[in-house]
């Protein structure tokens, strides 16, 4: 069983869809980073959390520290959201990344 | 927009050749990173350092060693390449006080014929 799991692996949507991206993790940790991948393979920090919740544009990021889960919601999805998702735990030093979510909006 | 960068972005190379990845950040973080992630798959660290003349060797085991004698440098090297090398490497730096951010560079794509 892996540290960090995300849910689902992949995940498609029309344009204007409310999305979720779940992430689970059994570490003990400083922060959550949601992570967004996109096809060129470079990766940008969306969120660091460690408690709470974090609003973005039209992502929303929250944690449930006793529960050790942690969501991604993209509201009012467009085709320019598709990416891979990357839940990452860790402690200062390290992360552990979870496998990401593929997501495709579709217009 | 971090300004971390890795060049090359993409690099297509022959069984035996010796090559350097090249990571560099102008933002003056201390802490830097290398992962390796396999296509689909979750990133592993492979190394990381502290600062000028610290490295260390990450969780995923690797043939690779690195480097760090300038703040804003930190590069990766194989001495000899293998087909098994062939994936996608990441670098990452983050700052000392600032929290837990890391800021990742573009990476580089790396196949091995």
């Known amino acids: 069983k892996n540290e960090v799991e995300q849910s689902p692996q992949n995940l498609t949507a029309q344009e204007g869809e409310f999305i979720t991206i779940n992430c689970s993790y059994s570490?003990?940790?400083?922060?959550l980073h949601w992570l967004q991948q996109h096809p060129g393979g470079g990766i940008v920090s969306l969120f660091m959390?460690?408690?709470g919740k974090k609003k973005h544009g039209r992502l929303i990021a929250t944690i449930n520290i006793q529960e050790k889960h942690s969501s991604l919601h993209i509201t009012a999805s467009h085709p320019r959201d598709s990416a891979v998702y990357i839940c990452?735990?860790?402690?200062?030093?390290?992360?552990?990344f979870g496998t990401g979510t593929r997501l495709q909006v579709f217009p | 927009e971090a300004d971390i960068y890795q060049t090359p972005r993409y690099l297509v190379i022959g069984t035996g050749k010796k090559i350097t990845l090249e990571c560099s950040q102008t933002?003056?973080?201390?802490?830097m990173y290398w992962y390796q992630q396999d296509p689909g798959m979750e990133l592993h660290l492979i190394h990381y350092?502290?600062?000028?003349?610290?490295?260390e060797k990450g969780d995923l085991s690797s043939e690779s060693t690195v480097s760090r004698i300038r703040t804003e440098h930190f590069p990766l090297t194989l001495e000899s390449a293998r087909p098994s090398h062939t994936s996608q490497y990441l670098c990452?730096?983050?700052?000392?006080?600032?929290?837990?951010?890391?800021?990742f560079g573009p990476g580089t794509r790396l196949t091995v014929l």
């Open positions: 990452a730096s983050r700052p000392t006080t600032r929290g837990d951010e890391q800021f």
């Open positions: 570490v003990g940790i400083s922060a």
């Open positions: 959390l460690s408690s």
């Open positions: 990452a735990a860790g402690n200062t030093d390290k992360l552990i």
């Open positions: 933002m003056g973080h201390d802490k």
């Open positions: 350092s502290y600062g000028v003349n610290s490295t």
